[in-house]
């Protein structure tokens, strides 16, 4: 089941977007013009990821300093302890869309 959970020009480069889907953190970002959707609390500490450092495809936990891939939620720095849950995202209609599993 697609959530709507914002306007798609409310994620920026640089601001990405939290929010809440089916009792699930989601970080909602855009990197090169796409949108990707990740597990926004850091595995190592609970830290929003939405709250860290953007930089390219990547994301800093602004606790610890784990870095993440945004689209794919590999750990690439520790201490992350592991991977991120991706989430598939569209946007439709201006409108961003969220799956947490499903249809």
Same mark, same amino acid.
């Not at 994620?11 to 929010?19: F, G, I, N, T, Y």
């Not at 606790?63 to 302890?81: K, S, V, W």
């Given at each position: ?16 977007? /939290?929010?809440?889907?089916? +009792?699930?953190?989601? *970080? ?8 990707? %959707? #990740?597990?926004? =609390?850091?595995?190592?500490?609970? /830290?929003?990821?939405?709250? +860290?450092?953007?930089? *390219? ?8 300093? %784990? #870095?993440?891939? =945004? ?33």
């Amino acid at each position: 089941m697609w959530h709507d959970v914002g306007a798609a020009d409310s994620v920026e480069e640089d601001e990405p977007l /939290a929010v809440t889907v089916d +009792g699930k953190e989601v *970080g909602v970002f855009r990197v090169a013009g796409t949108l990707y %959707a #990740i597990e926004d =609390i850091c595995p190592h500490a609970y /830290a929003l990821l939405t709250q +860290g450092f953007v930089e *390219g495809d990547e994301v800093e936990c602004p606790l610890h300093g %784990a #870095i993440f891939h =945004i689209p794919t939620g590999q750990c690439r720095a520790e201490p992350g302890e592991r991977d991120l849950e991706t989430y598939r995202v569209r946007e439709e209609d201006g409108r961003v869309l969220v799956a947490i599993s499903g249809g």
